[in-house]
């Protein structure tokens, strides 16, 4: 039996001219093919209420968090700040219950992007609002090259879940105006730019599976083996991981 990985989806509200009034569930393309080439069966999780995020999660064997609009800073007890973008208070509340839910069952979890940032938010850590409130700052986070162009650099963390597949570094795109700013307990930072932010954490203990990067490998499957290859191992893992709790 292929793994059922359930990715918490999004409303896109500007279809079309057309369509504009016709608000639309989805996620990235990238994602599903990404997943269906590691051998896994993906399934998207509308935004829904708190209340249905633990049968969302019994219904799957693990999660994988994806890209989006802004975590809203009311979730970790901020004002917002001018730079802030668009955020959705209902997807930020339906993903942390669902982030914790998964949590509880030490079920597998992928987050990328957005997914990074409030998988930390669910748990205590804080983000920058926009990167430029970082005080070191020196890279370009949000590219200019085209989403299948690595941009920067990554240091990787050997001994680590990333270190196994990348090695200490890696090349990535980066499209992110928001980055971790305090990490939540119970996480452990495995990745950094050249300029110092968190670019990649893991759980910090041996009996969660968590995997968080906030570069978008699902935009460079097709021409960079190390993007496809993540969504690979991911779903080994998960595999792995399910045939250890029968």
């Known amino acids: 039996m292929k793994p059922v990985i359930g990715i918490l989806g999004n409303v896109l509200t500007n279809f079309s001219p057309r369509y504009e009034s016709l608000p639309i569930s989805y996620t990235p393309h990238g994602f599903v093919e990404a997943l269906q080439a590691a051998g896994a069966l993906p399934v998207i999780f509308p935004i829904s209420s708190e209340e249905n995020a633990r049968q969302y ?3 799957v064997d693990a999660i994988l968090l994806a890209g989006g609009q802004d975590v809203s800073p009311l979730s970790y007890g901020e004002e917002p700040h001018l730079k802030l973008q668009d955020t959705s208070l209902e997807r930020d509340q339906f993903e942390m219950a669902v982030i914790k839910e998964a949590w509880a069952e030490n079920k597998p979890v992928l ?3 957005r997914g990074l940032q409030i998988f930390n938010v669910a748990f205590g850590g804080t983000l920058y609002q926009d990167v430029s409130l970082y005080p070191s700052l020196g890279v370009q986070h949000v590219q200019e090259s085209t989403p299948e162009t690595a941009a920067h650099s990554v240091k990787i963390k050997e ?3 990333l270190g196994q597949l990348y090695g200490t570094s890696a090349h990535v795109n980066s499209y992110h105006h928001q980055a971790i700013k305090e990490l939540a307990e119970g996480l452990r930072p495995v ?3 050249s300029d110092g932010l ?3 954490f893991e759980s910090s203990d041996d009996q969660h599976i968590t995997i968080g990067v906030q570069w978008h490998p699902e935009l ?3 021409n960079n083996k190390a993007a496809q290859g993540l969504f690979d191992a991911y779903v080994k893992t998960v595999i792995d991981w399910k045939k250890k709790t029968l």
């Open 57 to 59: 999660v019994k219904s």
């Open 198 to 200: 968190i670019e990649a």
């Open 191 to 193: 990745g950094w730019s």
């Open 220 to 222: 460079m499957i097709h």
């Open 111 to 113: 987050a990328i992007c």
């Open 159 to 161: 001994d680590s879940w």
